[in-house]
């Protein structure tokens, strides 16, 4: 059976860090393309970062500079390190992937497995 299970969220003042961890089984994780999205209140999904099997990584410019995706493919866990936090990056966080056609996604139909999601609330 295949699995995202994140973890990792939480309540975190402006300006502070917190790391996220995605851990997968039930499929060759190495092999697959790995994304970060999230769903901020009242708004649709929207793709956050990505990381090829390889480690090669983009990110949405609202990010850049502040979060950092990773993988350990020995684990089977992907991580987006998030930094310098703003109220606007309060969301739940899924970790997703195309299992299907194995492809590098943005958009957010084209990811066909999900985890259950992260709260992440930035406030002070």
């Known amino acids: 059976e295949v699995q995202l299970q994140e973890s990792g969220g939480g309540l975190v003042q402006p300006g502070g860090s917190l790391r996220l961890s995605c851990a997968a089984s039930?499929?060759?994780?190495?092999?697959?393309?790995m994304s970060w999205v999230r769903q901020a209140p009242g708004k649709g999904r929207e793709w956050v970062s990505g990381?090829?099997?390889?480690?090669?990584?983009s990110y949405t410019d609202s990010v850049k500079g502040r979060f950092t995706i990773s993988r350990d493919n020995a684990k089977n866990t992907l991580y987006l390190q998030m930094n310098s936090l703003k109220p606007e990056d309060t969301a739940v966080y899924y970790c997703?992937?195309?299992?299907?056609?194995?492809?590098?996604?943005?958009?957010?139909?084209?990811?066909?497995?999900w985890g259950q999601g992260t709260q992440v609330t930035v406030s002070s």
């Open positions: 990381i090829s099997g390889t480690g090669g990584t």
């Open positions: 997703a992937v195309d299992l299907r056609h194995r492809r590098h996604c943005r958009d957010i139909g084209d990811f066909d497995t």
């Open positions: 039930g499929f060759t994780f190495a092999n697959y393309a």
